[in-house]
Nanobody, 123 residues
Framework: QLQACGGGVVQAGDSLRLSCAAS????????MGWFRQAPGQEREIVAA????????YYADSVKGRFTISRDNAKNTVYLQTNSLKPEDTAVYYC??????????????????WGQGTQVTVSS
């Protein structure tokens, strides 16, 4: 089970730290990812991190602004979002995958999902 939190309403240029806590499994065997879905759009991957954080993926739209990290001791993955833009407005979800073969950015591999947290960025 995944529980995401940390969203909110902020102004452009502000920061938010999203957290996703996992329970009910061995967190360290899962790849973790953050995704977002804006109204009328498909869910897209934002960032993903491998089991021990050795490999990290960022979507081009967030490179240099967002940072994904994980704390396996706390069963938690984080997404630090800086320099937020209005186009970052979406519901943000965390996802987990047991797959260790396909690229981190492959959205279909993520089989477990949190409930989402809303991020709204005003201009």
């Amino acid at each position: 089970q995944l529980q995401a939190c940390g969203g909110g309403v902020v102004q452009a240029g502000d920061s938010l730290r999203l957290s996703c806590a996992a329970s009910g499994g061995t967190f360290s065997i899962y790849r973790m990812g953050w995704f977002r879905q804006a109204p009328g759009q498909e869910r897209e991957i934002v960032a993903a991190i491998s089991l021990r954080a050795g490999t990290i993926y960022y979507a081009d739209s967030v490179k240099g602004r967002f940072t994904i990290s994980r704390d396996n001791a706390k069963n938690t993955v984080y997404l630090q979002t800086n320099s937020l833009k209005p186009e970052d407005t979406a519901v943000y979800y965390c996802g987990a995958s047991k797959n260790s073969i396909v690229p981190l950015s492959s959205l279909r591999q993520y089989e477990y999902w949190g409930q989402g947290t809303q991020v709204t960025v005003s201009s």
